[in-house]
């Protein structure tokens, strides 16, 4: 199995900026790929970034140019750098590590942005 811990959301005004963090734990040799995805109020979880062994990365349209996902493999720590947030960005933002059998997620971190 692996264990998936976030970090890092809170409440920051429109403009400013949050560094997300996911650290693994566990079967690490089993992980794929890893991901950032987010649950607003009312709204399907959708895919926010991810990134893949080869360190290949996906950014959906709506965060390209503001958000950035990087990893570093000596601490089993996948980051998301997330700059010019805006008020629609506002959900609970998810970890999720892609299995050879199966996905993995975190607990949630609540991020706010206020207008």
């Known amino acids: 199995q692996v264990q998936l811990v976030e970090s890092g959301g809170g409440l920051v005004q429109a403009g400013g900026s949050l560094r997300l963090s996911c650290t693994a734990s566990g079967r690490l040799f089993s992980i794929n790929a890893m991901g950032w995805y987010r649950q607003g109020p009312g709204k399907q979880r959708e895919l926010v970034a991810d990134?893949?062994?080869?360190?290949?990365?996906n950014y959906a349209d709506s965060v390209k140019g503001r958000f950035t996902i990087s990893r570093d493999n000596a601490k089993n720590t996948v980051y998301l750098q997330m700059n010019s947030l805006k008020p629609e960005d506002t959900a609970v933002y998810y970890c999720a590590a892609d299995l050879t059998l199966g996905r993995a997620w975190g607990q949630g971190t609540q991020v706010t942005v206020s207008s």
């Open positions: 990134i893949t062994k080869g360190d290949s990365t």
